[in-house]
């Protein structure tokens, strides 16, 4: 079907007004032209006036071909209507009306593309002579969708002269399609050093025309983030179409203009052990350039731009340098990071055993090269006993003796530590510091574990003997912390005492345990046999304790008798208070101070005792403290 624009039709009247002034006999009109895609059908018309009647009137079409000659292909009059055999159209014209009307139609049908040709009307009236009109036939076949296809290469800004982006492709249409390049939205023109359009176009053997362009550049880094696409014209009858492919970008290579390098893990303080990756990278993109570190002056193998160090040590530390070297222009650019390893070397205590006599001063130094700050202490028994590098110890005693831990630790890294030790021996005489005498009574023919605790140094020897000068081995002997501690299994024969002996060059020691034989018949008897033996012990211990407060010092009987009217007082004022209250007071508080000394006896003597009575006065006579604490 034919689609006649305006614009033709317009065209057409101008040529009717034309006809008019050139032939005077018989006026034909006709449109200029007539549009219709391939395969359709199509319609000419040619309008005409006479004066004479139907019969006197003659019509024939022709079409021009070629070479320009008309070649007839229709013909009717008054008698016939003829259709010329052998012609392209032969078998798809059919021509309506008759002169009558002042109209005829020529139809083709199946147009072609050689049907794109100028059809002739010819009218030739009897007395009027005769008139012609013209219309050019116009064939469209639209393209098929056209397609983009970049360079898949980078492209280097290097790059002499221009580079092939891609290419644009739109097949089969007719008349040719037009391809025009954009490049982020701005159509590309020309062909000069910097942007060259090349299209080429083909005939296919249909007839039809396939366009290909080329599009090449001279890119720039700036290029990178281009965006290229082509747009399609084509016209179909009455309209102009226009299509876009999809959008391509290109990969372009550019040189860096800087180069860095920086420590990726760890983040932070890097000590010894610790593995570290570095990584380089130039802002260029640039295939032929190449990036190495160097570090006092070593060339280090990079994998990915990655320098992968393990377990480095304060030689790793330094400044590394990485390079980029393109090895098309043999430029060189590099950056640099300063990496620092940190170290804390083992603690040096200085010396590591020390042995002074009693009363004498000890010295000794604790250090730790590191590489940043370090804070020293000192411990003993897990009680921190110095904040300094160095101990200074006055003043030695038993207690003074044992093993002191120094230890160092850099501040800024958690974890960073090294310790050393100091073994200090004390010279001197033997001191059993438990038990001092003690009171025994045991069931006859049972087995009795005596202990003796002693401090001296050089390491006391310990003997055991009984009261008959019958010597005791001992079932076992451990020394902790300059404390020699032996024991013996005695079986209970009578009344019978053993004594533990402590010695050395300096001098002796000795604790004496008296055993008591108890005989157990009946259960009563127990009981009764039992009761003198408490209160002679009890008159054994007092003794023991008068000695012992002898061998205090004045301020420790000062502080004791403090403690006591202080005491007194506290529970003076309970009383009072209770009284107040109205409660009876007296037998739950006696209770209380019972169960409490009971407590604090079992710790004090290593002894077996079911007395509770016995234990309070010896809470209560206040040997514990020096027990303890010398
Ligand atoms: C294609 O380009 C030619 C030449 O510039 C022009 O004459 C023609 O009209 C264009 N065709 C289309 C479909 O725009
Ligand atoms: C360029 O194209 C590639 C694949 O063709 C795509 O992965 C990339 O995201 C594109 N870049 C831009 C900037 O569009
Ligand atoms: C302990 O042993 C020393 C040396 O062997 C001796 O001189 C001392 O008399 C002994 N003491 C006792 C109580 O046995």
């Known amino acids: 079907m034919a689609r006649n624009n305006a614009c033709c039709l317009l065209v057409g009247l101008l040529a009717l007004f034309h006809t008019w002034g050139a032939t005077a006999d018989v006026e034909v009109n006709m449109m200029d032209r007539v549009e219709a895609f391939r395969g359709e059908a199509v319609s000419i018309s040619c309008m005409f006036t006479s004066s004479e009647g139907v019969g006197g009137i003659m019509i024939q079409w022709f079409y021009v071909t070629l070479s320009g000659e008309k070649q007839k292909i229709y013909y009717q009059d008054a008698t ?3 259709v010329d055999k052998g012609t392209q159209f032969t078998d798809r014209i059919s021509v309506s009306g008759t002169g009558g009307t002042g109209e005829v139609v020529l139809t083709i049908s199946d147009v072609e593309l050689r049907d794109e040709v100028e059809f002739i009307c010819l009218i030739k009236g009897l007395t009027e002579g005769t008139g012609e009109g013209r219309t050019k036939l116009r064939v469209f076949v639209s393209p098929e969708l056209p397609n983009i296809e970049g360079v898949q290469t980078g492209i280097s800004v290097n790059q002499d002269g221009p580079s092939k982006i891609g290419t644009c492709e739109v097949k089969n249409g007719y008349p040719r399609p037009n391809i025009t390049w954009y490049r982020n939205n701005t159509p590309l023109r020309g062909n000069h050093d910097v942007v060259k359009v090349l299209p080429s176009i083909t005939t296919e053997s249909s007839g039809l025309f396939s366009v290909k362009s080329e599009l090449r550049m001279k890119v720039v880094k700036e290029d990178k983030d281009d965006l290229f696409y082509c747009e399609v014209k084509y016209f179909v009858p009455g309209a102009e179409i226009m299509t876009e492919t999809n959008t391509i970008n290109i990969t372009v290579y550019y040189p860096s203009t800087a180069v860095s390098v920086w420590v990726e893990s760890p983040k932070g303080n890097i000590k010894e052990g ?77 010396p590591e055993d020390a042995v002074v006599a009693q009363g004498e001063e000890i010295t000794a130094t604790c250090n730790a090269l590191s590489s940043l700050k370090t804070r020293t202490s000192w411990m003993k028994n897990g009680k921190e006993v110095s904040k300094a590098h160095t101990l200074v110890l006055k003043d030695a005693t038993f207690d003074s003796a044992g093993m002191y831990v120094c230890v160092v630790n850099v501040l800024d890294i958690e974890g960073m530590e ?98 008591k034989a108890t005989i157990h018949t009946t259960t009563p008897a127990t009981t009764t046999t039992s009761t003198p033996i408490t209160s002679s012990t009890v008159k054994s211990q007092s003794e023991i304790s008068a000695e012992a407060v002898k061998k205090e010092s004045k301020g420790v009987i000062i502080a004791v008798i403090i403690v006591c009217i202080l005491l007194l007082a506290i529970l003076g004022s309970v009383l009072y208070f209770l009284y107040k209250k109205g409660k009876i007071c007296g037998r739950s508080g006696k209770q209380d101070l019972t169960k409490e000394k009971s407590g604090r006896d079992n710790i004090v003597v290593e002894m077996k005792s079911d007395n509770t009575e016995e234990a309070v006065l010896l809470g209560v006579n206040g040997e514990k403290q020096p027990l303890g604490n010398q």
């Open 418 to 515: 090294t310790s050393g030790t100091l073994n200090v021996k004390v010279e001197g005489a033997p001191k059993i510091t438990t038990p001092l005498d003690t009171e025994i009574e045991e069931s006859y023919k049972s087995t009795v574990h005596l202990s003796c605790s002693v401090r001296g140094f050089p390491t006391p020897t310990v003997t055991w003997t009984t009261s008959d000068g019958k010597i005791l081995n001992s079932t076992s002997e451990t020394e902790n912390e300059g404390e020699v501690q032996s024991s013996v299994s005695v079986t209970v024969t009578g009344d019978m005492a053993a004594s533990c002996n402590a010695s050395n060059k300096f001098g002796a020691d000795s604790a004496t345990f008296n055993i």
């Open 80 to 82: 016939m209507k003829v």
């Open 274 to 350: 610790d593995s570290i990756e570095l990584q380089c990278r130039g802002n260029g993109n640039m295939p032929s350039s190449i990036l190495s570190i160097t570090h006092k002056s070593v060339n280090l193998p990079l994998s990915n731009n990655v320098l992968l160090l393990d377990n480095v040590t304060r030689l790793h530390g330094g400044v590394y340098e990485c390079t980029s070297t393109d090895t098309d222009t043999f430029e060189e650019l590099s950056g640099n990071t300063s990496v620092s390893v940190h170290y804390l070397d083992p603690a040096v205590v200085m």
